[in-house]
């Protein structure tokens, strides 16, 4: 499919009313957005097939769709870590990022080194991306072992009392996912969401930060200690 055609085929999709639900859950990009539901990407992606310099221009046309679709289309094995600089930077929703991290950046061989580098970065999303980075991982890369997922524990510990919005919900994300990989990861969490939380941690000063510490563990811990995640946990060890 030529990008020409693609692009109309974006703009056919266009739903206002869906740009207003999209605020309603906190996705206001400073680009156009369009509306268009995230199925219908999908399946236009696939229509598309993996194509990395179709994504390159998608992604420089700034429409959160076609943001969106790039990161659909995209070839892992094409994407540089000056590319996920880039992308990072503009990342202007939670939408976008998140997706960005599920369908590509978790897909990349740079995915575990960018999530420190990420990390370091005080831009909201960007930030964002480290955690959200550390989420997609725990689902997707199946080869990667425990000790990989325990050395972004000290990132995961120092974000917590990252007060804004878009960076404590990643981090609480990362760290239940992490969580709910297996039985070692989910005893490992646990003791961690227990180190960061200032009111179980005996002598804990109620200093900046406290707050999102708070809502990040015990949120964190409500799931983590649920006799469903057990439950699951449990069958997955004994299979």
């Known amino acids: 499919m030529e990008y020409e055609e693609i692009i109309k085929k974006l703009e056919s999709l266009k739903n206002p009313r869906n740009v207003e639900g999209m605020a309603h859950f906190g996705i206001r990009p400073k680009i156009t957005a369009l509306g268009a539901p995230t199925p219908?990407?999908?399946?236009?992606?696939?229509?598309?097939?993996?194509?990395?310099?179709?994504?390159?221009?998608?992604?420089?046309?700034?429409?959160?769709?076609s943001?969106?679709?790039?990161?659909?289309?995209?070839?892992?094995?094409?994407?540089?870590?000056?590319q996920m600089e880039k992308w990072a930077e503009?990342?202007?929703?939670?939408?976008?990022?998140?997706?960005?991290?599920?369908n590509l950046f978790c897909r990349t061989k740079f995915a575990h080194k960018k999530v420190f580098d990420f990390a370091k970065r005080e831009e909201e999303f960007v930030r964002r991306t480290a955690f959200?980075?550390?989420a997609t991982l725990a689902v997707h890369d199946k080869k990667a072992t425990d000790k990989?997922?325990?050395?972004?524990?000290?990132?995961?510990k120092k974000a917590s009392t990252d007060e804004r919005n878009?960076?404590?919900?990643?981090?609480?994300?990362?760290?239940?996912?992490?969580g709910k990989r297996n039985k070692k990861l989910n005893?490992?969490?646990?003791?961690?969401?227990?180190?960061?939380?200032?009111?179980?941690?005996?002598?804990?000063?109620?200093?900046?930060?406290?707050?999102?510490?708070?809502?990040?563990?015990?949120?964190?811990?409500?799931?983590?200690?649920?006799?469903?995640?057990?439950?699951?946990?449990?069958?997955k060890y004994l299979q």
């Open 187 to 235: 005893k490992e969490a646990i003791k961690l969401a227990k180190e960061i939380h200032p009111v179980i941690r005996p002598g804990a000063p109620l200093d900046n930060g406290a707050k999102s510490a708070k809502w990040i563990a015990s949120d964190a811990l409500r799931e983590l200690t649920s006799e469903a995640v057990q439950k699951r946990l449990n069958e």
């Open 90 to 102: 503009d990342f202007d929703s939670w939408g976008v990022c998140d997706q960005a991290c599920m």
């Open 67 to 82: 943001r969106v679709l790039a990161s659909m289309v995209d070839e892992p094995d094409k994407v540089t870590e000056k």
């Open 132 to 134: 959200a980075l550390i």
């Open 166 to 178: 878009f960076v404590k919900k990643a981090v609480n994300w990362a760290l239940r996912q992490i």
């Open 40 to 65: 219908e990407l999908r399946k236009l992606a696939r229509q598309i097939k993996k194509d990395h310099d179709i994504a390159l221009k998608l992604w420089d046309k700034k429409i959160h769709e």
């Open 148 to 156: 990989e997922f325990i050395k972004f524990f000290p990132l995961i």
